[in-house]
């Protein structure tokens, strides 16, 4: 159980173009997400927590305009990476809350490659 | 402002143990995470313990939480080399953070012959 799934697992887009993610709790229903970021080599980064029906919460120095997050229902968010810039080529993971405890599941990554 | 910290490396010989250490500061922290991501994979849970317990075991895995210190450990038993990967540990802050974790910047893991 608790599987979390991300489409697509790997992405090439040109520089200008938008790219949507989508992160989807498989078998349970997750009334929040979170999405991050990791750079090689380096630990995960927080960009926003998503519940479902509202506004996300992005962390400080996330812009909100360039990476516009859903979550539209129970088992669905997604992430889209508006005018996307070579700098904004990274792993791209997300997770989804289940459970009492809030234990995070997270996703498998998405590779995004800006050229 | 909350900080986990853990050592960069370890290498350890296959069968043998491995303890990954790390450290937090955040006395309010509810519940303690164990990650492991292989390259180019997500992370996948290992375990969790709960801030009030001492001790968790699960199969190979023994989870130590010395909550004095701030200091959460996890040894591998008969360490073998689909082991090799790089262990995060996590801590989860009070219950009105939405769930937030705080990671550690991982520990690779690397287990030779």
């Known amino acids: 159980g608790a599987v979390v799934s991300q489409h697509p697992s790997w992405v090439i887009c040109k520089s200008g173009t938008s790219v949507k993610i989508e992160c989807r709790s498989l078998?349970?229903?997750?009334?929040?997400m979170f999405w991050y970021r990791q750079f090689p080599k380096q630990s995960l980064m927080l960009m926003a927590t998503?519940?479902?029906?509202?506004?996300?919460?992005?962390e400080q120095g996330v812009e909100k305009d360039k990476f516009l997050i859903n979550h539209a229902s129970l088992t669905l968010s997604t992430l889209t990476v508006t005018s996307a810039h070579p700098e904004d080529s990274s792993f791209y993971i997300c997770?989804?809350?289940?459970?009492?405890?809030?234990?995070?599941?997270f996703g498998p990554g998405t590779r995004l490659t800006v050229l | 402002g909350e900080d986990v910290e853990q050592s960069l490396f370890l290498s350890v010989r296959e069968g043998d143990s491995s303890v990954i250490n790390c450290t937090y500061t955040d006395s309010s922290s509810t519940y303690l995470y164990w990650y492991k991501q292989e390259p180019g994979a997500g992370l996948q849970l290992l375990t969790y313990i709960f801030s009030n317990m001492d001790m968790k075991q699960d199969q190979r895995l023994t989870v130590l939480l010395n909550k004095k210190d701030k200091h959460l450990s996890l040894r591998i038993a008969d360490t073998q080399t689909g082991d090799s990967a790089i262990y995060f540990c996590?801590?989860?802050?009070?219950?009105?953070?939405?769930?937030?974790?705080?990671f550690g910047a991982g520990t690779q893991v690397v287990v030779t012959p």
């Open positions: 078998d349970f229903q997750a009334t929040t």
């Open positions: 997770s989804a809350s289940e459970g009492s405890t809030d234990t995070q599941y």
């Open positions: 996590a801590e989860r802050g009070p219950t009105d953070s939405w769930g937030k974790l705080q």
């Open positions: 998503s519940n479902e029906g509202s506004k996300a919460t992005y």
